[in-house]
Structures are given as structure tokens and as C-alpha cells.
């Protein structure tokens, strides 16, 4: 039973930075594919980024892109997202999630494990 756990949320300004953590536990993440998705308050959760497990490929929403960037600890089994120039539209709940098969997808039914979430509100 694979068990992700996200931390690192909390409340910043507009311009400002965080970085979010996602432990992985439970299996050997190896050949894995690790997400990154968001859920603003009324909204469909939807796609931020992805990373594979050698972290040779990635995927970022056109939203993030240039402003995120997904990494990974594969020692640690724990994967990042650093988040600059945040904007109050960032403002939502953030989730990890873990893939079994290839691919790097954007639709959240194709994500096999999720974790529980962490608050990331940006003030304007």
C-alpha cells in the first residue's frame, strides 16, 4: 500500500515562494510516476505537474510553467514542488499522487494513489 504525505503549505504573498514535499512510503518507487495537482474551493482538481521516478521527463500545466518546478529525492523517496511568483489564483489545496504505468497524465482518474493534501492560500 503505497502512503504519500504532503507538507510545506501555509500562506504567503502574492510574488512570494513556497516549496511543497511529498513523502512516498509502502512500496519501492522506482519505475513510478510522481504528480503534482491542485483544488480550489468550487473547481475540478486539476493538473500541476509530473515527474518520472529517474526524473528524466516532466510535464508542467501552461498555467505553472516557468513559475514551478517538480523534483525528486529518489534517496528519500520524497517529491518537490517549488513554486515561485505565486499569484492568488495559485490559491488551492495541493495534492501528490503516484503513478504505476507510463505516462505522464493530466487527468486525475489515471493517478493510482493520492495523499491527503496540504492549504496553499497566496494574499493579493
Known amino acids: 500500500q503505497v502512503q504519500l504525505v504532503e507538507s510545506g503549505g501555509g500562506l504567503v504573498q502574492a510574488g512570494g515562494s513556497l516549496m511543497l514535499s511529498c513523502a512516498a512510503s509502502?512500496?519501492?518507487?522506482?519505475?513510478?510516476?510522481m504528480g503534482w495537482f491542485r483544488q480550489a474551493t468550487g473547481k475540478e482538481r486539476e493538473f500541476v505537474a509530473a515527474?518520472?521516478?529517474?526524473?528524466?521527463?516532466?510535464n508542467y500545466a501552461d498555467s505553472v510553467k516557468g513559475r514551478f518546478t517538480i523534483s525528486r529525492d529518489t534517496a528519500k523517496n520524497t517529491a518537490y514542488l517549488q513554486m515561485n511568483s505565486l499569484k492568488p489564483e495559485d490559491t488551492a489545496v495541493y495534492y501528490c499522487?503516484?503513478?504505476?504505468?507510463?505516462?505522464?497524465?493530466?487527468?486525475?482518474?489515471?493517478?493510482?494513489?493520492w495523499g491527503q493534501g496540504t492549504q496553499v492560500t497566496v494574499s493579493s
Open positions: 515527474i518520472t521516478w529517474s526524473g528524466g521527463s516532466t
Open positions: 509502502g512500496r519501492t518507487f522506482s519505475s513510478y510516476r
Open positions: 499522487a503516484v503513478r504505476q504505468s507510463a505516462g505522464l497524465y493530466t487527468t486525475p482518474k489515471y493517478w493510482n494513489n
